[in-house]
Antibody, heavy 127, light 111 residues
Framework: EVQLVESGGGLVKPGGSLRLSCAVS????????ITWVRQAPGKGLEWIGR??????????DYAAPVKGRFTISRDDSKSTVYLQMNSLKTEDTALYYC??????????????????WGQGTMVTVSS | QSALTQPASVSGSPGQSITISCTGT?????????VAWYQQYPGKAPKLMIY???IRPSGISNRFSGSKSGNTASLTISGLQAEDEADYFC???????????FGGGTKLTVL
């Protein structure tokens, strides 16, 4: 069974930093692309960024609102993805999910269909 | 403001069919056949219901179907059941800086 488990959320002051972790099990982590999605209280889902596997360059992409402030990294030896969040703003308050797509045969849906999700970790930015 | 536009709420009676629309632009839904739909219960993580416009993942009831016309995608739920009451979100791949855009969500009420 594929499992994603987020951790690291909490209360932080505006301008502060926080690092979230996403521990992955049950899939071949080194070939997986992992995405972070957040959901502000009572609001919709927002894609914030993704890391590709190293075979595909290990590159990361970010949504405009977080680019330059958030950094996604991965440690294949620990099957863990990290989301380093700096210069946090009150509008970053949300439940942060890590999620992953899937492959069927040679067709992969890493960026367009998220079939497994963690339980989320709450980040509150407030003074 | 969400990138994709969904109605805030829809409702239907058990056994009826409902359709939730998801309107984007020529840069997202109109350009890619990568529309997905998610079901979310309160306090729970989203669940993938439809991907690639109309494909159901294994285990998803055939009461759920998806389609697309131009810049608008739709999710139809037939034979409504009480357990279908949830929030539904659409998403589309965009190929641009914001790789994926989501809709604002639609609350489905089963009367």
């Amino acid at each position: 069974e594929v499992q994603l488990v987020e951790s690291g959320g909490g209360l932080v002051k505006p301008g502060g930093s926080l690092r979230l972790s996403c521990a992955v099990s049950g899939l071949t982590f080194r070939t997986a692309w992992i995405t972070w999605v957040r959901q502000a209280p009572g609001k919709g889902l927002e894609w914030i960024g993704r890391t590709k596997d190293k075979t595909n360059g290990g590159t990361t992409d970010y949504a405009a609102p977080v680019k330059g402030r958030f950094t996604i990294s991965r440690d294949d030896s620990k099957s863990t993805v990290y989301l380093q969040m700096n210069s946090l703003k009150t509008e970053d308050t949300a439940l942060y999910y890590c999620t992953a797509g899937f492959c069927i045969g040679t067709t992969c849906h890493w960026d367009d269909a998220f079939s497994v999700w963690g339980q989320g970790t709450m980040v509150t930015v407030s003074s | 403001q969400s990138a994709l536009t969904q109605p805030a709420s829809v409702s239907g009676s058990p056994g009826q069919s409902i359709t939730i629309s998801c309107t984007g632009t020529s840069s997202d839904i109109g350009s890619y056949n990568y529309v997905a739909w998610y079901q979310q219960y309160p306090g729970k993580a989203p669940k993938l219901m439809i991907y690639a416009v109309s494909i159901r993942p294994s285990g998803i009831s055939n009461r759920f179907s998806g389609s697309k016309s131009g810049n608008t995608a739709s999710l139809t739920i037939s034979g409504l059941q009480a357990e279908d009451e949830a929030d539904y979100f659409c998403s589309s791949y965009t190929g641009s800086t914001n790789l994926v855009v989501f809709g604002g969500g639609t609350k489905l009420t089963v009367l």
